[in-house]
């Protein structure tokens, strides 16, 4: 088979599907984005599909071809997403300035403007739908799925202080009535932000519980059996 097509509620889940048909892991995959289905410019998080083709890459690759794909590949991801995000605020005639970072496993933008509430949103819902929408960019443009991260006016380490007060006064109460209690839904950079925290406590675990882009994420007592203590933190 030349190449399969696959469909999946997120990048990362057709992605996955791609590898378990293919018996391949991703790097050693050429990815095309074919479609992606979403309501409204910079979408309702409910509403993504996406349909990616992929195949097996070739061991080798003609020079002509390489150095075609070099050339087309000049611009680094980092570079190329920072004026994805300028054309965007263009587009919307709402000005902001990117600096975009690089480490080994993460692209990191950081935009700062006088109309950050707009670009985030109630609770970061259009921040992220801005986030995703770059991802697709990025893998589409570079035949990968790469890590990265948006944040505006520091909205993400606010919202990450904030989502460490409300976990730990909900553990809090989980130990005092021993009873499971669940956050609003939230999504997976926030499940994270929460997951990690309780990463190591030997006295709370947490799992994320729901469908979809945004879930709960349900803390309860890390609860003693046989003598040993049991720990099963999410990690989504």
């Known amino acids: 088979m030349d190449f399969i097509e696959i469909e999946g509620k997120t990048y990362e889940e057709a ?24 309501k409204g410019i910079l979408g309702l998080l409910g509403s993504k599909k996406i349909r990616i083709t992929a195949r097996l ?12 794909e070099v050339t087309e590949n000049v611009e680094e991801p980092e570079e190329y997403g920072k004026r994805f995000l300028e054309e965007v605020s263009k587009f919307v005639g709402l000005s902001f300035s990117v600096r975009a970072t690089k480490t080994k496993d993460r692209l990191t933008f950081l935009v700062q403007s006088d109309h ?17 929408m770059l991802r697709l960019a990025i893998a589409k443009r570079y035949k990968q799925g790469l890590k990265l991260l948006i944040d505006i006016n520091g909205y993400r ?15 809090d109460r989980v130990k005092r009535t021993g009873r499971p209690l669940k956050t609003d839904p939230l999504n997976p950079y926030e499940r994270r932000v929460i997951h990690t925290l309780f990463k190591h406590n030997r006295n709370i675990k947490t799992k994320s519980e729901g469908e979809g882009h945004t879930k709960k994420v ?16 999410g990690n989504r």
């Open 57 to 68: 890459k070739t061991t080798a690759m003609p020079e002509t071809v390489e150095k075609l």
């Open 15 to 38: 992605i996955k599907k791609a590898s378990l048909e293919l018996n391949a892991e991703e790097k050693d995959l050429d990815i095309d984005v074919k479609e992606v289905d979403t």
């Open 116 to 132: 950050g509430d707009i670009f985030i949103g109630k609770e970061g819902d259009v921040l992220e739908s801005l986030q995703y």
């Open 157 to 171: 380490e606010k919202r990450k202080k904030s989502l460490t007060v409300m976990a730990k006064r909900l553990a």
């Open 218 to 233: 349900v803390i309860s007592l890390n609860r003693i059996t046989n003598g040993n203590r049991k720990f099963v933190n």
